[in-house]
Protein backbone atom coordinates (compact mmCIF):
# COMPACT_ATOMS: atom_id res chain seq x y z
CA UNK A 1 0.00 0.00 0.00
CA UNK A 2 1.23 3.45 -0.73
CA UNK A 3 2.06 5.58 2.06
CA UNK A 4 0.66 9.02 0.39
CA UNK A 5 2.18 11.11 4.18
CA UNK A 6 5.88 9.60 3.00
CA UNK A 7 4.79 10.77 -0.66
CA UNK A 8 3.75 14.34 0.38
CA UNK A 9 7.18 14.46 2.95
CA UNK A 10 9.67 13.44 0.27
CA UNK A 11 8.01 16.03 -2.71
CA UNK A 12 8.02 19.00 0.43
CA UNK A 13 11.64 18.23 0.56
CA UNK A 14 12.41 18.30 -2.84
CA UNK A 15 10.92 21.69 -3.68
CA UNK A 16 12.47 23.28 -0.57
CA UNK A 17 16.10 21.39 -0.40
CA UNK A 18 17.40 23.66 -2.67
CA UNK A 19 16.59 26.58 -1.33
CA UNK A 20 17.17 25.72 2.66
CA UNK A 21 21.02 24.61 1.28
CA UNK A 22 21.36 27.88 -0.33
CA UNK A 23 19.92 30.02 2.91
CA UNK A 24 22.73 27.38 4.96
CA UNK A 25 25.59 28.63 2.47
CA UNK A 26 24.76 32.48 1.62
CA UNK A 27 23.49 33.74 4.76
CA UNK A 28 20.40 35.19 5.30
CA UNK A 29 17.78 34.65 2.31
CA UNK A 30 13.95 35.40 2.00
CA UNK A 31 11.27 34.02 -0.02
CA UNK A 32 8.66 34.93 -1.43
CA UNK A 33 5.35 32.57 -2.56
CA UNK A 34 2.81 34.41 -4.90
CA UNK A 35 0.03 32.37 -6.72
CA UNK A 36 0.02 31.94 -10.31
CA UNK A 37 -2.71 32.90 -12.50
CA UNK A 38 -4.02 29.18 -14.33
CA UNK A 39 -4.35 31.94 -17.12
CA UNK A 40 -1.38 32.05 -19.18
CA UNK A 41 -2.78 34.85 -21.44
CA UNK A 42 -0.74 37.51 -22.76
CA UNK A 43 -1.82 40.85 -20.23
CA UNK A 44 -1.09 44.47 -21.47
CA UNK A 45 1.07 47.26 -19.42
CA UNK A 46 1.06 50.41 -20.06
CA UNK A 47 4.91 52.02 -19.62
CA UNK A 48 3.80 55.42 -20.48
CA UNK A 49 0.59 57.16 -20.26
CA UNK A 50 0.52 60.93 -21.68
CA UNK A 51 -3.88 60.79 -21.96
CA UNK A 52 -5.29 58.39 -20.56
CA UNK A 53 -7.91 55.14 -21.86
CA UNK A 54 -9.19 57.07 -25.20
CA UNK A 55 -5.57 57.86 -25.97
CA UNK A 56 -3.76 55.63 -28.97
CA UNK A 57 -1.42 53.25 -28.22
CA UNK A 58 1.77 52.56 -29.46
CA UNK A 59 3.07 49.11 -29.22
CA UNK A 60 6.54 48.49 -27.88
CA UNK A 61 7.76 44.32 -28.61
CA UNK A 62 10.98 42.76 -27.19
CA UNK A 63 13.13 40.10 -29.56
CA UNK A 64 15.43 39.34 -27.00
CA UNK A 65 18.46 36.83 -27.26
CA UNK A 66 19.02 33.68 -29.14
CA UNK A 67 16.58 33.26 -32.11
CA UNK A 68 14.78 29.18 -32.03
CA UNK A 69 12.15 27.90 -32.82
CA UNK A 70 11.84 26.05 -29.48
CA UNK A 71 11.09 26.77 -25.69
CA UNK A 72 14.30 28.54 -24.40
CA UNK A 73 14.91 27.27 -20.77
CA UNK A 74 17.05 28.61 -18.22
CA UNK A 75 18.11 26.93 -14.36
CA UNK A 76 15.29 27.74 -12.11
CA UNK A 77 13.43 29.39 -14.98
CA UNK A 78 10.28 28.64 -17.18
CA UNK A 79 10.97 28.97 -20.71
CA UNK A 80 9.42 30.59 -23.19
CA UNK A 81 9.14 30.19 -27.14
CA UNK A 82 10.58 33.33 -29.35
CA UNK A 83 8.66 32.60 -32.45
CA UNK A 84 5.20 31.64 -30.44
CA UNK A 85 5.92 34.35 -28.43
CA UNK A 86 6.20 36.97 -30.91
CA UNK A 87 3.26 35.52 -32.90
CA UNK A 88 0.95 36.11 -30.01
CA UNK A 89 2.25 39.29 -28.82
CA UNK A 90 1.48 40.77 -32.80
CA UNK A 91 -1.79 39.16 -32.81
CA UNK A 92 -2.59 40.45 -29.76
CA UNK A 93 -1.44 44.17 -31.33
CA UNK A 94 -3.15 43.39 -34.23
CA UNK A 95 -6.50 42.70 -33.14
CA UNK A 96 -6.28 46.19 -31.02
CA UNK A 97 -8.01 48.63 -33.08
CA UNK A 98 -6.23 51.92 -30.51
CA UNK A 99 -2.57 49.83 -31.32
CA UNK A 100 -1.38 53.02 -34.02
CA UNK A 101 2.04 51.55 -35.01
CA UNK A 102 4.09 48.89 -33.55
CA UNK A 103 8.11 49.14 -32.04
CA UNK A 104 10.29 46.33 -31.97
CA UNK A 105 12.95 46.54 -30.10
CA UNK A 106 15.86 43.82 -31.02
CA UNK A 107 18.42 42.89 -28.82
CA UNK A 108 19.26 39.51 -30.49
CA UNK A 109 23.01 38.30 -31.75
CA UNK A 110 20.24 35.96 -34.34
CA UNK A 111 19.90 32.66 -34.01
CA UNK A 112 18.54 29.48 -36.30
CA UNK A 113 17.53 30.64 -40.42
CA UNK A 114 14.10 29.13 -40.16
CA UNK A 115 13.18 30.84 -36.47
CA UNK A 116 14.68 34.18 -37.77
CA UNK A 117 12.54 33.79 -41.09
CA UNK A 118 9.51 32.59 -39.39
CA UNK A 119 9.48 36.03 -37.56
CA UNK A 120 10.37 37.99 -40.44
CA UNK A 121 7.48 36.85 -42.35
CA UNK A 122 5.17 37.51 -39.24
CA UNK A 123 6.22 41.17 -39.40
CA UNK A 124 4.96 41.10 -42.84
CA UNK A 125 1.75 39.48 -42.21
CA UNK A 126 0.85 42.15 -39.84
CA UNK A 127 2.01 45.04 -41.98
CA UNK A 128 -0.54 42.95 -44.84
CA UNK A 129 -3.30 42.19 -42.21
CA UNK A 130 -2.79 46.18 -40.60
CA UNK A 131 -3.16 47.38 -44.63
CA UNK A 132 0.27 49.35 -43.76
CA UNK A 133 -1.79 51.81 -41.51
CA UNK A 134 0.35 50.98 -38.75
CA UNK A 135 4.31 51.57 -38.82
CA UNK A 136 6.66 49.26 -37.64
CA UNK A 137 9.85 50.39 -36.85
CA UNK A 138 12.43 48.55 -35.54
CA UNK A 139 14.81 49.63 -32.95
CA UNK A 140 18.34 48.32 -32.62
CA UNK A 141 19.88 47.88 -29.00
CA UNK A 142 23.20 46.79 -27.99
CA UNK A 143 23.12 43.70 -30.49
CA UNK A 144 20.94 43.01 -33.55
CA UNK A 145 23.26 41.04 -35.68
CA UNK A 146 22.59 38.48 -38.40
CA UNK A 147 19.05 36.66 -37.34
CA UNK A 148 18.42 40.12 -35.75
CA UNK A 149 18.64 42.36 -38.54
CA UNK A 150 17.29 39.70 -40.61
CA UNK A 151 13.88 40.55 -38.66
CA UNK A 152 14.92 43.81 -38.51
CA UNK A 153 14.90 44.31 -42.36
CA UNK A 154 10.63 43.78 -42.18
CA UNK A 155 10.42 46.94 -40.37
CA UNK A 156 9.10 50.21 -42.25
CA UNK A 157 12.05 51.86 -40.95
CA UNK A 158 15.15 50.96 -38.43
CA UNK A 159 16.79 52.94 -35.79
CA UNK A 160 20.01 52.15 -34.00
CA UNK A 161 21.77 53.09 -30.89
CA UNK A 162 24.43 55.10 -31.27
CA UNK A 163 26.13 52.17 -29.23
CA UNK A 164 24.96 49.42 -31.45
CA UNK A 165 26.59 46.69 -32.76
CA UNK A 166 24.80 45.13 -36.57
CA UNK A 167 25.48 43.27 -39.75
CA UNK A 168 27.21 40.34 -39.38
CA UNK A 169 24.96 39.27 -42.77
CA UNK A 170 25.85 35.67 -43.48
CA UNK A 171 25.07 31.92 -42.74
CA UNK A 172 27.26 29.81 -40.28
CA UNK A 173 26.91 25.66 -39.81
CA UNK A 174 29.34 25.54 -37.09
CA UNK A 175 30.37 21.55 -36.54
CA UNK A 176 32.62 19.18 -34.70
CA UNK A 177 34.68 16.63 -34.92
CA UNK A 178 35.75 14.26 -32.11
CA UNK A 179 37.48 11.89 -34.36
CA UNK A 180 40.67 12.49 -32.97
CA UNK A 181 40.10 11.71 -29.53
CA UNK A 182 37.92 9.16 -30.02
CA UNK A 183 40.90 7.22 -31.93
CA UNK A 184 43.53 8.26 -28.95
CA UNK A 185 41.01 6.05 -26.97
CA UNK A 186 40.60 3.27 -29.43
CA UNK A 187 36.90 4.32 -29.99
CA UNK A 188 35.78 3.92 -34.09
CA UNK A 189 32.77 5.17 -35.54
CA UNK A 190 30.71 2.50 -37.51
CA UNK A 191 27.08 4.05 -39.19
CA UNK A 192 25.30 1.51 -41.51
CA UNK A 193 23.31 3.98 -44.01
CA UNK A 194 20.92 3.36 -46.90
CA UNK A 195 23.21 5.92 -48.58
CA UNK A 196 26.19 7.40 -49.02
CA UNK A 197 25.27 10.94 -47.59
CA UNK A 198 23.06 9.66 -44.55
CA UNK A 199 25.52 10.65 -42.02
CA UNK A 200 27.09 13.44 -43.98
CA UNK A 201 28.35 15.55 -40.65
CA UNK A 202 28.93 12.99 -38.35
CA UNK A 203 31.16 14.62 -35.51
CA UNK A 204 32.39 11.28 -35.45
CA UNK A 205 34.72 10.57 -38.26
CA UNK A 206 36.27 13.67 -41.05
CA UNK A 207 33.97 15.27 -43.12
CA UNK A 208 34.47 13.92 -46.68
CA UNK A 209 34.82 16.76 -49.68
CA UNK A 210 32.05 15.65 -51.13
CA UNK A 211 29.85 16.36 -48.15
CA UNK A 212 31.25 19.79 -47.89
CA UNK A 213 30.10 20.56 -51.33
CA UNK A 214 26.64 19.50 -50.38
CA UNK A 215 27.14 21.49 -46.99
CA UNK A 216 28.18 24.71 -48.66
CA UNK A 217 25.67 24.56 -51.50
CA UNK A 218 22.71 25.07 -48.60
CA UNK A 219 24.96 27.81 -46.54
CA UNK A 220 24.94 29.45 -50.00
CA UNK A 221 21.22 29.12 -50.96
CA UNK A 222 20.36 30.48 -47.08
CA UNK A 223 23.08 33.26 -48.09
CA UNK A 224 20.75 34.65 -51.37
CA UNK A 225 17.88 34.05 -49.36
CA UNK A 226 19.27 36.78 -46.74
CA UNK A 227 20.87 39.01 -49.15
CA UNK A 228 17.38 39.26 -51.13
CA UNK A 229 15.30 39.69 -47.78
CA UNK A 230 18.13 43.00 -47.14
CA UNK A 231 17.89 44.27 -50.04
CA UNK A 232 13.93 43.96 -50.02
CA UNK A 233 13.94 45.49 -47.01
CA UNK A 234 16.58 48.79 -48.10
CA UNK A 235 15.41 49.94 -51.31
CA UNK A 236 17.62 52.13 -51.71
CA UNK A 237 20.60 48.98 -51.98
CA UNK A 238 20.79 47.14 -55.29
CA UNK A 239 21.56 42.63 -54.72
CA UNK A 240 25.23 43.95 -54.98
CA UNK A 241 25.86 46.44 -53.12
CA UNK A 242 24.27 44.27 -50.18
CA UNK A 243 26.54 41.37 -51.52
CA UNK A 244 29.62 43.24 -51.17
CA UNK A 245 29.22 44.51 -47.02
CA UNK A 246 27.53 41.07 -46.22
CA UNK A 247 30.91 39.31 -45.54
CA UNK A 248 29.51 38.28 -41.99
CA UNK A 249 31.22 41.18 -40.41
CA UNK A 250 29.48 43.60 -37.95
CA UNK A 251 29.33 47.41 -38.13
CA UNK A 252 28.81 50.18 -35.81
CA UNK A 253 25.91 52.09 -35.69
CA UNK A 254 27.67 55.04 -37.62
CA UNK A 255 29.28 52.57 -40.21
CA UNK A 256 25.92 50.85 -41.14
CA UNK A 257 24.10 54.31 -41.94
CA UNK A 258 26.56 55.24 -43.87
CA UNK A 259 26.32 51.81 -45.61
CA UNK A 260 22.56 52.01 -45.58
CA UNK A 261 21.85 49.11 -43.67
CA UNK A 262 19.60 51.41 -41.30
CA UNK A 263 17.80 54.68 -41.29
CA UNK A 264 19.14 56.62 -38.31
CA UNK A 265 21.08 56.52 -34.88
CA UNK A 266 18.61 57.47 -32.02
CA UNK A 267 17.55 56.31 -28.87
CA UNK A 268 13.95 54.05 -27.94
CA UNK A 269 12.30 57.61 -27.34
CA UNK A 270 13.62 59.46 -30.19
CA UNK A 271 11.96 56.20 -31.97
CA UNK A 272 8.26 56.86 -29.77
CA UNK A 273 8.71 61.03 -30.92
CA UNK A 274 9.41 60.27 -34.09
CA UNK A 275 6.43 57.39 -34.50
CA UNK A 276 3.90 60.14 -32.57
CA UNK A 277 4.91 63.14 -35.20
CA UNK A 278 4.37 60.60 -38.15
CA UNK A 279 1.11 59.84 -37.21
CA UNK A 280 0.39 62.97 -36.26
CA UNK A 281 -0.28 62.20 -32.68
CA UNK A 282 0.33 64.91 -29.10
CA UNK A 283 -0.19 62.47 -26.77
CA UNK A 284 0.06 58.85 -26.80
CA UNK A 285 0.22 55.62 -24.90
CA UNK A 286 2.96 53.19 -24.97
CA UNK A 287 2.46 49.16 -23.87
CA UNK A 288 4.26 46.15 -23.58
CA UNK A 289 2.60 42.68 -23.37
CA UNK A 290 3.99 39.80 -21.01
CA UNK A 291 2.74 36.87 -18.91
CA UNK A 292 1.20 37.06 -15.94
CA UNK A 293 2.92 38.32 -12.85
CA UNK A 294 5.49 39.93 -15.58
CA UNK A 295 5.33 43.71 -14.69
CA UNK A 296 7.15 45.89 -16.25
CA UNK A 297 8.28 49.34 -14.66
CA UNK A 298 8.94 50.95 -17.28
CA UNK A 299 10.24 51.04 -21.45
CA UNK A 300 13.43 50.22 -20.96
CA UNK A 301 12.45 47.02 -18.62
CA UNK A 302 13.22 43.88 -20.35
CA UNK A 303 12.61 40.03 -19.62
CA UNK A 304 15.14 38.68 -16.83
CA UNK A 305 17.62 36.64 -18.23
CA UNK A 306 17.16 32.54 -17.69
CA UNK A 307 20.53 31.90 -17.15
CA UNK A 308 22.20 32.27 -13.59
CA UNK A 309 25.74 33.87 -14.16
CA UNK A 310 28.91 34.17 -12.15
CA UNK A 311 31.96 36.85 -12.97
CA UNK A 312 29.55 37.77 -16.02
CA UNK A 313 29.88 33.85 -17.60
CA UNK A 314 26.78 32.21 -17.89
CA UNK A 315 26.37 28.97 -15.88
CA UNK A 316 24.58 27.19 -18.75
CA UNK A 317 25.95 26.25 -22.51
CA UNK A 318 24.54 28.37 -24.79
CA UNK A 319 21.46 27.03 -26.38
CA UNK A 320 23.51 26.24 -30.02
CA UNK A 321 25.79 24.02 -28.24
CA UNK A 322 23.35 21.58 -26.34
CA UNK A 323 21.96 20.49 -29.31
CA UNK A 324 23.92 17.95 -30.99
CA UNK A 325 23.01 17.95 -34.51
CA UNK A 326 24.15 20.33 -37.42
CA UNK A 327 22.31 23.98 -37.71
CA UNK A 328 22.05 26.42 -40.14
CA UNK A 329 22.16 29.53 -38.20
CA UNK A 330 22.04 33.39 -39.24
CA UNK A 331 23.91 33.98 -35.92
CA UNK A 332 26.97 36.41 -35.08
CA UNK A 333 29.00 34.09 -32.34
CA UNK A 334 32.49 34.05 -32.95
CA UNK A 335 33.71 30.60 -31.94
CA UNK A 336 36.06 30.32 -29.01
Not at 69 to 93: M, Q
Not at 109 to 115: I, N, Y
Not at 126 to 149: N, Q
Amino acid sequence: MINHNHNIRVLVLAVFMPFLAIQAGCGPQSFKITPVPTDRALEESVLIDEGGLLTPKIALIDVDGIIMNRELGGFLSEGEHPVSLLIEKLDKAAKDKSVKALILRINSPGGSVTASDIMYSELLRFKKETKGKRPVVAVLSDVAASGGYYIACAADEIVAHPTTVTGSIGVIMQMVNFAGTMSKIGVKADAITSGKMKDAGSPLREMKPEEREVFQSLVNQFYDRFVKTVAAGRPKLTEEQVRTIADGRVWSAQQALELGLIDRIGTLRDALADVKEQLGLKKARVVCYHRPLGWKPNVYAESPAGQPQVNLVNVALPPTWVRPEPQFMYLWAPQP
